[in-house]
């Protein structure tokens, strides 16, 4: 088993930033590729970034392109969602996954196998 602890979350105004962190436990991090997810109220869960194990490439939903860095520290068994620009439609649970193969189908990742309980990003207009 893989623990996910998400951190980071928070209330901040439209324009702002905000840090995700997601520290993970429990088998070797390095392995797996990661990825964030969020789901806003009344929404389904959708992906918004992903990060190979090895941390040379990256996928980002269109949403947040450009406003968006996913990031990983292996040494420190961590990945991080660094949002810039956030907007009111920004609001949402953020998630943290892990999987050793996800799929990537037109630029979005799924089957993930590994989720961690998430934190609340609120931006406020």
């Known amino acids: 088993q893989l623990q996910l602890v998400e951190s980071g979350g928070g209330l901040v105004q439209a324009g702002g930033s905000l840090r995700l962190s997601c520290a993970a436990s429990?088998?070797?991090?390095?392995?797996?590729?990661m990825g964030w997810y969020r789901q806003a109220p009344g929404n389904e869960r959708e992906f918004v970034a992903h990060i190979t194990w090895t941390g040379d490439s990256t996928n980002y939903a269109d949403s947040v392109k450009g406003r968006f860095t996913i990031s990983r520290d292996n040494a420190k068994n961590s990945v991080y969602l660094q949002m810039n620009s956030l907007k009111t439609e920004d609001t949402a649970v953020y998630y943290c996954a892990a999987a050793v193969n996800p799929a990537i189908v037109g630029g979005i990742v799924y089957g993930m196998d590994y989720w961690g309980k998430g934190t609340l990003v609120t931006v406020s207009s």
């Open positions: 429990g088998r070797t991090f390095s392995s797996y590729d």
